[in-house]
């Protein structure tokens, strides 16, 4: 029986999808319009998982001054990244999910928003770890402090992860954890009834 869900954050619990690229895409045009269509290809096709990887990408050739690129974009989303919401009926899914599973956050988004935008919705506290990407990129080693935190030797094969992209796909299947892919099958949580 599954004990524990891994959550990804945007796209898959918060309308955000449109939003945050627009946000990325404008913050290229502004500040760096020279590599405005490398960013486009790498965020329309899924290419990266995390906003290092974007830039690490992008600027390869040129790789210094990466975080404080980084420490830059952050700031530019948490600024202008206020019209994300919540999926209908997400949040009264995510009370009832806790009363069967221990809940897990892992996103691509900085400290800042994933907090602001939980705290919003009084349900920061449902979680037992929020990992963000600002200070460790989004990758296998979110699901590793997730399994460290259990204290639960079979944690991947008692999880379910609900995540949106190929990439996350990608982490849930190198740990053997069980994939629900939100935006196929599924527009909401509330729609799926195997959790």
């Given at each position: 029986?599954?004990?524990?869900i891994?959550?990804?954050?945007?796209?898959?619990?918060?309308?955000?999808?449109?939003?945050?690229?627009?946000?990325?895409?404008?913050?290229?045009?502004?500040?760096?319009?020279?590599?405005?269509?490398?960013?486009?290809?790498?965020?329309d096709?899924?290419k990266?998982?995390?906003?290092?990887d974007?830039?690490?990408s992008?600027y390869w050739?040129?790789?210094?001054n990466?975080?404080?690129?980084?420490?830059?974009l952050y700031?530019?989303?948490?600024?202008?990244?206020?019209?994300?919401?919540?999926i209908?009926?997400?949040?009264?899914?995510?009370i009832?999910l806790k009363?069967?599973?221990?809940?897990?956050?892992?996103t691509?988004?900085?400290?800042?928003f994933?907090?602001?935008?939980?705290?919003?919705w009084?349900?920061?506290?449902?979680f037992?770890i929020?990992q963000w990407?600002?200070?460790?990129?989004?990758?296998?080693?979110?699901l590793?402090?997730f399994?460290?935190?259990?204290?639960?030797?079979?944690?991947?094969?008692?999880?379910?992860?609900?995540?949106?992209?190929e990439?996350?796909k990608?982490?849930?299947?190198?740990?053997?954890?069980?994939?629900?892919?939100?935006?196929e099958?599924?527009k909401?949580?509330?729609?799926?009834?195997?959790?």
């Amino acid at each position: 029986m599954k004990k524990y869900i891994i959550f990804d954050l945007d796209w898959t619990l918060i309308d955000s999808h449109n939003n945050i690229k627009e946000i990325i895409y404008d913050y290229f045009r502004l500040n760096d319009n020279d590599v405005f269509e490398k960013v486009r290809y790498n965020l329309d096709f899924n290419k990266v998982s995390s906003l290092k990887d974007l830039l690490i990408s992008v600027y390869w050739s040129r790789c210094e001054n990466i975080d404080e690129k980084l420490e830059k974009l952050y700031r530019y989303l948490d600024k202008k990244n206020h019209e994300s919401k919540f999926i209908s009926w997400t949040i009264d899914k995510i009370i009832k999910l806790k009363n069967n599973y221990k809940l897990y956050l892992s996103t691509w988004s900085s400290t800042k928003f994933a907090n602001e935008i939980l705290k919003k919705w009084w349900i920061q506290e449902l979680f037992e770890i929020i990992q963000w990407s600002d200070k460790i990129a989004k990758s296998e080693y979110h699901l590793e402090l997730f399994k460290e935190h259990s204290n639960d030797e079979y944690f991947y094969e008692n999880a379910y992860s609900i995540w949106n992209s190929e990439k996350d796909k990608y982490f849930a299947e190198l740990k053997w954890i069980d994939f629900i892919k939100i935006w196929e099958k599924y527009k909401s949580i509330e729609e799926i009834k195997e959790i």
